[in-house]
């Protein structure tokens, strides 16, 4: 697997030892720095000079009222609001000393080491419980079919889904259940050997039984991975994340541990929302 991994990483490495526009070393406390980001649909800003740290092998939970950017902060975090028409972002993202919004960086890798859960699984509705893993190798070039197969079994483990289909992966990925598929979801982006994982609203759709599976999940994988999840469950928030941002009207109110956020805020505003007197 440290051949493909290798590989994609390829610009980013690059990258890392030519970028004189931010400071690496300072750099090296956090996985991903976000600096006066602001976004905007067409005329309207979504976004406002949003500045936040994210810590490495961390769960960071972005939280607060519908309509406020969470959404649109995290797709900022690997380039993907670029696909939608009239978008535009303005702002650095920095991840391992990077910018990914450099003109030298290509978008496609940093899809490739930012991965994405999406609110409703989405598996591929055509493919096999084994082709949604795979898809994303092959599409990137990999043939080899032992390296694919380790990965698939590998990613399945991670996702906590190879023992429950194991000697079903030819069957069809939109069989399975929702927790299920969203598993599955989170196996296709492991795939790609992500470095930062981003969630949104993730068990939104899922019942409570397989909410709490993907819960677990995110203990599990902060190990290895950051991740960054978007929610609207207070309670699921204090139960999943090490640090919460608390955002409203595009502004990133407070950030900081969870347990301060929840127990002890410093903003009128974010008491007002963890009680439940708005929102």
């Keep these: 697997m440290d051949e493909f991994a290798d590989g994609a990483l390829l610009n980013l490495s690059t990258l890392k030892k030519s970028d004189d526009n931010n400071n690496f070393q300072e750099q090296q406390r956090y996985k991903v720095s976000i600096k006066n980001l602001d976004a905007w649909f067409g005329t309207k800003q979504a976004l406002k000079n949003i500045n936040l740290n994210i810590k490495p092998n961390a769960a960071t939970a972005i939280i607060g ?27 650095q993202v920095v991840v391992d000393g990077v910018d990914i919004y450099n003109k030298a960086v290509d978008p496609v890798i940093i899809k490739r080491r930012i991965g994405m859960v999406f ?15 795979a ?42 259940s929702g927790g ?11 795939a790609m050997q992500p470095e930062v994982l981003l969630m949104d609203e993730p068990t939104s ?27 609207h469950n207070m309670l699921q928030a204090a139960r999943v994340s090490d640090f919460t941002a608390f955002m409203y009207l595009g502004e990133l109110i407070e950030y900081g541990p969870t347990k301060q956020i929840f127990e002890n805020p410093q903003k009128e505003l974010t008491e007002r929302y963890i009680s439940g007197k708005f929102g």
């Design 65 to 91: 009222p519908s309509g406020c950017g969470k959404t649109t902060l995290i797709r900022c975090l690997n380039r993907m609001h670029e696909m939608t028409p009239g978008a535009a972002a303005k702002g």
């Design 119 to 133: 609110q409703k699984p989405n598996p591929f509705p055509t493919m096999s419980i084994y082709d949604n893993v």
């Design 135 to 176: 898809a994303g190798l092959k599409l990137n070039g990999v043939r080899d079919k032992r390296l694919i197969n380790d990965i698939v079994k590998e990613s399945l483990e991670g996702a906590a889904l190879w023992d429950e289909v194991k000697n079903e992966l030819d069957k069809p990925g939109i069989g399975l």
């Design 180 to 190: 299920q598929q969203q598993r599955l979801c989170i196996a296709r982006a492991l």
């Design 205 to 231: 759709a899922l019942d409570p039984i397989a909410s709490s599976k993907i819960e677990e999940l995110v203990h599990i994988l902060k190990k290895e991975l950051t991740i960054v999840t978007v929610t």
